[in-house]
């Protein structure tokens, strides 16, 4: 199992470190899980079956989801994260530039205005 094969001995990992690694562990699973579910699904003929495979597949993105709410409260540096690319109709491309300018030091773009602009013409002549 995953949660068994740590890349450093136990004894050397915080209580942190152990929780993330099994709380990464179980999504990975949890995803794995919602992938076999949906493919399943598809391939069914039974309507019947096809509807109870659905119905777990959502079950399992239940999961997942209670476990990446897990890390965002655990965790400061996926909070960050699930904060600047969750819940947004940018393009993700475009949320991540804004978050690196403004990581950057650059003037940060509000997270509803990432639009293209042409810019301050102060100074213009």
Do not use: C
Request: glycine content about 4%; charged content about 30%; cysteine-free.
């Amino acid at each position: 199992m995953p949660s068994e094969n740590l890349h450093v001995p136990r004894e050397l990992l915080s209580q942190e470190a152990r929780h993330l690694h099994y709380a990464i562990t179980s999504l990975m699973e949890e995803l794995e899980a919602v992938d076999w579910y949906r493919q399943r699904a598809d391939d069914s003929e039974d309507e019947a079956l096809r509807e109870i495979l659905l119905h777990n597949m959502r079950e399992e993105m239940e999961h997942a989801s209670m476990l990446i709410e897990w890390m965002r409260r655990q965790n400061p540096d996926f909070a960050g994260h699930l904060q600047t690319y969750l819940f947004t109709d940018k393009p993700i491309t475009q949320v991540e530039k804004a978050a690196e300018a403004a990581a950057d030091g650059a003037e940060p773009a509000a997270r509803s205005d990432l639009a293209p602009t042409i810019g301050s013409l102060k100074g213009y002549r």
